[in-house]
């Protein structure tokens, strides 16, 4: 008996059929056709490769049996055999589907120790990064000409949105990991011709969502997900390609220490209108208060920069711990930087005021444009203020996380004026066109 497709796929799922990379991830928007797509690439892995070994996972049983299990029943009636007590279709070739689900965070370790050519990961972003990393150590095999692989399909949003987005939008890749073996293949229910004409409805739906859930579901906007904190962002409205910044712009730097932790630099340049643009970052990993100086000043270049504003707790007194990195017992970090060259203020670290101002500055104005945007290759605060959570415990507040490029940003934003004042001191400014007279606030240099 010969097995057929049982549908022609359109364009995005046949790219997805035919990639062999070893980490392939196909969605962003609802309505893409994925349920069906992951079903078919591995029923046509099973019957062309004998003897494969493949996994398929939803996250919950129900959703197991109601998107792969029936439909498989239909679809392979006549052709493999179903174990309904292991959820196993079993085919002529030796090859066989293994259906399985991981409603618990431990549930994965039931696959500890067995091998699998190729998983199958359905709503991705519904499984935690430590559950795909488990997983990942299962995909191997001994069936010869066949490379290992891990399909995957998603969505916007849940508890896997960060690594997903991290591996297959950011292609931010840690140092163990080949950006050659990840393939993103985006879908959209434009994409689905099939829905489009069962259902012309659908469409309607999804564009009578909220903003934020249209973006996801309709757009497959991986910058806004549940739970987001600043769902105003979006790389439309405030992420723009580098230009050449006129010379009369005022331009400050904020920096939010870490040595174990990143360390952030941010550039800033103010047009005469207030508005803000982050043009430069540093970002960089146990690196001495003396290297990111020399860092920060090379970068720098001869710019002239007002000030410099940075996370409070460099006028810490630490001590021995200055010692182990380098310095001086009794210096504080903002002393080893002011004896590199790099001299600044305490930034005002009130978080939920200082949060409040981000938001502030990431609305549009009455022109529609926000008043803050960023060059688009200050990669990782692009990346990470989108992913910023609420903290469960005070909505006003966002979550711990990797919050050091937003906390930079942060600083940065709250050493400028309230727009009000702002609006006061431009006005102040009248006979100093090009803004280069600075102003002091509260005991901080304002400019």
């Known amino acids: 008996m010969q097995l057929t497709l049982n549908g022609e796929p359109n364009p995005r799922q046949r790219e997805f059929f035919l990639s062999r990379a070893r980490h392939t991830a196909y969605g962003g928007a609802r ?12 029923v046509l892995l099973a ?38 007590t292991e959820h196993v279709f079993d085919f002529p070739n030796g090859s066989r589907i293994k259906l399985g689900y991981c409603d618990s965070l431990a549930d994965v370790y039931q696959y500890q120790g067995q091998e699998y050519a190729v998983i ?17 150590t299962c995909n191997r095999t001994a069936v010869p000409g066949f490379s290992p692989r891990m399909y995957y399909t998603c969505n916007p949003g849940n508890v896997g949105h960060a690594w997903v987005k991290r591996l297959f939008i950011d ?22 011709k099939v829905l489009l004409t069962a259902d012309p409805g659908y469409v309607k739906q999804l564009m009578a969502l909220p903003e934020e859930l249209r973006r996801a579901h309709l757009d497959g906007d991986w910058d806004v997900h549940a739970g987001q904190y600043f769902r105003e962002f979006s790389r439309q ?53 003396d290297e990111v100086a020399r860092m920060v000043k090379d970068m720098t270049g001869d710019e002239q920069i007002a000030y410099t504003v940075a996370s409070p707790d460099l006028w810490q007194n630490r001590g021995a711990m200055l010692a182990a990195k380098g310095g001086f017992e009794g210096e504080t970090l903002a002393e080893l930087f002011m004896k590199s060259g790099l001299g600044m203020i305490p930034a005002d670290s009130s978080r939920v005021a200082g949060w409040q101002r981000v938001r502030d500055y990431l609305a549009p104005q009455a022109d529609g444009e926000p008043r ?10 692009i990346r990470t203020l989108p992913a910023l959570q609420y903290d469960e415990r005070n909505r006003e507040d966002a979550a711990d996380g990797e919050d050091h490029a937003p ?5 940065g934003l709250m050493s400028r004026p ?29 400019i």
């Open 31 to 42: 309505g893409g056709g994925k349920s069906w797509a992951m079903r078919r690439k591995l």
């Open 47 to 84: 019957a062309n490769y004998d003897g494969l070994n493949i996994l398929l996972l939803r996250r919950t049983l129900p959703e197991l049996r109601e998107n792969h299990i029936l439909p498989l029943l239909k679809e392979l009636y006549g052709f493999a055999d179903y174990n309904a």
């Open 120 to 136: 199958g990961m359905e709503e991705a972003t519904h499984f935690t990064e430590e559950q795909q990393q488990f997983l990942a």
């Open 171 to 192: 292609r931010q890749f840690r140092e163990d990991e080949d950006p050659d073996d990840y393939a993103f293949i985006p879908a959209r229910v434009w994409d689905n």
């Open 237 to 289: 409205r405030h992420v723009v390609a580098p230009y050449a910044i006129p010379d009369y712009y005022r331009r400050f730097r904020s920096m939010d220490w870490g040595y174990n932790d990143p360390c952030c630099v941010l550039w800033h340049a103010v047009d005469p209108e207030g508005r803000v643009v982050t043009y430069r970052e540093l970002y960089v990993r146990e690196t001495r208060p």
């Open 372 to 381: 803050w945007k960023c060059f688009s290759d200050c990669a990782n605060l």
């Open 407 to 411: 906390e930079a940003l942060r600083y």
């Open 418 to 446: 309230h727009a009000a004042k702002a609006k006061d001191e431009r006005s102040m400014r009248a006979f100093d066109p090009l803004g280069m007279r600075p102003q002091r606030r509260d005991g901080y240099m304002s």
